[in-house]
């Protein structure tokens, strides 16, 4: 284990993907942390996650690509080309996005994640069942974390990696501004299945090879293979396109289970394929899935940081909000490890995250949004395929095709020279 080499100490307030990342990043660049979960232990909902190669590469960057990929019963990250068809008749072929050798992703179990990366960090850094409250600042500017019975814990800086629910938003978010968290008007669907029951039940398009989306009229499916291709992620997405954005708001809690019949009555008319499919989901869970909108301004307030789904909660329509997270953590472990930020100067320091972070995670934030309408507009277009293509053409380049590491150092060099 890296010894404290830094004059200041850092509470991490949630141990999800992105707190537990940025916990391991923090200690490896010689910084005191203290990461604050709310569970009694690092757990994740039983689904699968895509992660793009801009993720790949901060995993790399953080050095704990090799752990995940452990887990991800994968040697290499692979190439994952998505194939777009029609949900409906015969599924015809719209689209096979092109991808490069560059282009390689991974698809992984996302508790399979949180095992891969919880022995990377000294379970005396990682305090469960603590759940923060809300956060002060005393006269002399001491950060303060409260929790649930009443304990306080201090901190020089605070990192919020709470997720979509954040509390530690609050105190970020300037309560003048318009930006909130609001129910996106689209419910998913979710399950995973075995490939070979899906197989023995009828299913014949080929769901193990590549990730699919399957279009649709204010609807679409996703469905990735997982654990070795022998596990199939389904995601069903209903939106409601005739509702404005932050109309309507959903009381908690935001997940519920389902029945079969509620799934299959709304994607009633699908083809045989996508029908056959949802049969197969005995207990669907029922997600409410909201977003920030409009996007925060800035993710940092004082000493307190956003990272994650707690900075940019977004539509998963890119399979990008983790990704998105896991570049945050990347870029604040450069930068607050770099050897010449120290307690004096951490205030410049996040204002040099803010920088670069506020305008990338939030474009990609809107563009989740609008990759969702494309997927949901194809009977719009009379199921146009040459229109889809059109449109769906080079939309995953921002996301993949960005050179972090290159902007980092460039933002280290302006800091502090070379
Ligand atoms: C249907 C769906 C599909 C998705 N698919 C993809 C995909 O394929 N690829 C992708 O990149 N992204 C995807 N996402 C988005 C991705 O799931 C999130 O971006 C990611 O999980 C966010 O991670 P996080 O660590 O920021 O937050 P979380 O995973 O929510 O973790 C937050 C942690 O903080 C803890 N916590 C919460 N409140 C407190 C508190 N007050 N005090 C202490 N601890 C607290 C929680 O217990 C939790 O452990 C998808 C999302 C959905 C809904």
Same mark, same amino acid.
């Given at each position: 284990? &890296? ?12 141990? *999800? ?27 994740? !909902? ?7 190669? @801009?993720?790949?590469?901060? $995993?790399?960057?953080? *050095? ?31 689209? @096979? ?30 305090? %469960?069942?603590?759940?923060? =409250? ?32 954040? !509390?530690?938003?609050?105190? !970020? ?27 023995? +039940?009828? !299913?014949?398009?080929?769901? /193990?090879? /590549?990730?699919?989306? #399957? $279009? ?7 469905? %990735? ?12 997405? +209903? ?25 299959? @009555?709304? %994607?009633?008319?699908?083809? +045989? ?5 949802? /049969? ?17 301004? &800035? ?11 707690? +900075?940019?909660?977004? $539509? ?6 983790? *990704? /998105? ?6 870029? $604040? ?11 004096? =100067? ?15 995670? =939030? ?16 009977? =719009? ?18 996301? #993949? ?12 060099? @302006?800091?502090?020279?070379?």
């Amino acid at each position: 284990m &890296t010894h404290p080499t830094k004059d200041f100490k850092v509470a991490v307030v949630g141990g *999800g993907m992105c707190g537990l990342l940025c916990g391991i990043g923090l200690v490896r660049a010689g910084i005191e942390v203290d990461v604050f979960e709310s569970a009694p232990k690092f757990e994740e !909902v039983g689904a699968g996650v895509g992660l793009g190669p @801009n993720a790949i590469r901060a $995993l790399d960057g953080l *050095g704990v690509l090799e752990a995940v990929l452990r887990r991800a019963d994968e040697d290499v990250p692979t190439l994952r080309p998505f194939r777009f068809l029609a949900g409906v008749g015969e599924h015809e072929h719209v689209y @096979n996005y092109p991808v490069s050798a560059e282009d390689s992703g991974l698809g992984i179990y996302r508790p399979a994640f949180l095992e891969a990366l919880s022995p990377l960090i000294d379970p005396a850094f990682v305090h %469960f069942g603590k759940r923060c =409250n809300s956060i002060s600042v005393t006269t002399s500017g001491t950060h303060l974390l409260h929790f649930e019975g009443g304990s306080i814990h201090e901190a020089d800086l605070i990192v919020g990696a709470d997720g979509i629910k954040s !509390v530690v938003r609050d105190f !970020v978010v300037d309560h003048s501004s318009s930006s909130r968290l609001v129910y996106s008007n689209t419910i998913a669907y979710r399950a995973i299945l075995s490939a070979q029951s899906l197989k023995e +039940a009828g !299913v014949k398009t080929d769901l /193990q090879t /590549q990730p699919l989306c #399957w $279009l649709g009229n204010d609807k679409h499916i996703i469905t %990735f293979p997982v654990q070795a291709k022998q596990m199939i992620n389904i995601v069903a997405f +209903a939106s409601d396109s005739q509702t404005s954005l932050g109309s309507v708001t959903v009381p908690p809690p935001w997940v519920h289970s389902a029945s079969k019949e509620e799934l299959l @009555n709304v %994607f009633a008319g699908w083809g +045989a394929d996508a029908i056959t499919l949802l /049969q197969q989901i005995k207990n669907p869970s029922k997600w409410f899935i909201h977003c920030m909108h409009p996007p925060l301004r &800035t993710y940092v307030c004082q000493r307190v940081v956003l990272i994650g789904d707690a +900075a940019h909660a977004m $539509l998963p329509h890119l399979g990008a909000g983790v *990704g /998105q997270g896991f570049e945050d953590v990347f870029t $604040l472990c450069k930068i607050l490890g770099h050897c010449q930020t120290s307690a004096g =100067n951490i205030n410049n320091a996040l204002e040099a995250y803010d920088s670069i972070r506020a305008p990338r995670a =939030n474009m990609v934030l809107q563009s989740s949004s609008s990759q969702g309408r494309i997927y949901e507009e194809f009977l =719009n277009t009379h199921g146009d395929r040459l229109e889809t293509q059109k449109r769906l053409a080079g939309t995953w380049e921002p996301v #993949w095709h960005y050179d972090l590491a290159g902007e980092v150092a460039t933002l280290l060099e @302006n800091m502090y020279g070379h």
